[in-house]
């Protein structure tokens, strides 16, 4: 959730309109996230099913995701390990394909023709976006922290979890390259798309990437959902809903669908969005 400690020091440093404006900037970023996971979900779902569209994978996404958001973060920890699990399959299926291929596009061994320089300098602000979203999420910092079992050890686990993924992106980038040159696409198209590849292999890896989301959607949401309920519960004008036990559930669930609603039919109306607000947000 949404760290009151981080509206604090704004508060505090700013007054009332620094808070509102951290917290407004920590919630388009979360909800930019958000959207990108749900266009993960659809690409790779289109990906391995091209004759229906990537909005009915949107819509799928929405019933499928959003019960998740009910649930506690300590019970989706245990499911994190198959997100992490399919990023290095995924690596692992990229190194294999790679070095299989003999021959151009997709090979390692046979790279593509590359530019040192960007071909088109007016795609420089979209793809720092790109960049900067794979590194977003970082207000969803304090549930992580208050649901570890062994919260002293946080730095420590931020700092090598940072450092794998920025390995990882580094690899992941520089492969796709090379092996695709001015024509890579999403790595998913481009795998599925080229032949002389084992396309089990390559599938399998699509599958995890759809499995993604579901260890992501609930935990990235959780601040701006934390932050929507708290500001209802605090208003003097509903003040008196948290008396009901009842009443504060049916808040918990009218706000958590109305919010994955939302973030639903932003992906579909703006699949770059959240490129587009992360790398705003990060500069």
Not at 65 to 76: E, N, Q, V
Not at 177 to 182: P, S
Request: aromatic letters at 12%; glycine letters at 4%; proline letters at 5%.
């Amino acid at each position: 959730m949404l760290s009151p400690r981080t509206a604090d020091m704004a508060g505090a440093a700013y007054g009332t309109r620094g808070r509102i404006f951290i917290s407004t900037m920590f919630m388009l970023e979360l909800i930019a996230a958000s959207v990108a996971l749900i266009v993960l979900f659809a690409d790779s779902l289109h990906v391995l099913f091209p004759d229906i569209g990537t909005v009915t994978f949107k819509i799928l996404a929405f019933f499928t995701l959003t019960p998740t958001t009910y649930l506690a973060i300590r019970h989706l920890s245990y499911t994190s390990f198959v997100g992490i699990l399919s990023s290095f399959t995924l690596v692992l299926v990229i190194c294999y394909d790679g070095a299989s291929k003999s021959e151009r596009p997709g090979s390692l061994l046979d790279p593509m023709p590359t530019n040192l320089l960007p071909v088109n300098w007016m795609t420089l602000p979209l793809a720092f976006g790109q960049m900067a979203a794979g590194f977003a999420g970082h207000a969803t910092f304090p549930s992580v922290y208050r649901d570890m079992a062994e919260p002293e050890h946080f730095p420590r686990v931020v700092n090598y979890t940072y450092l794998a993924t920025s390995l990882i992106y580094a690899f992941m980038a520089a492969a796709g390259y090379l092996m695709f040159g001015n024509d890579v696409k999403v790595i998913m198209e481009n795998m599925m798309a080229t032949p002389g590849y084992n396309q089990l292999l390559n599938k399998l890896a699509v599958w995890l990437i759809v499995i993604n989301p579901f260890t992501k959607y609930a935990l990235t949401l959780s601040g701006v959902n934390f932050t929507i309920e708290l500001s209802i519960f605090r208003h003097p004008a509903f003040s008196s809903l948290t008396k009901s036990k009842f009443a504060m559930h049916l808040v918990q669930f009218v706000s958590r669908l109305l919010v994955s609603s939302v973030v639903i039919i932003i992906a579909i109306l703006f699949p770059a969005f959240d490129r587009v607000i992360v790398s705003l947000v990060l500069v």
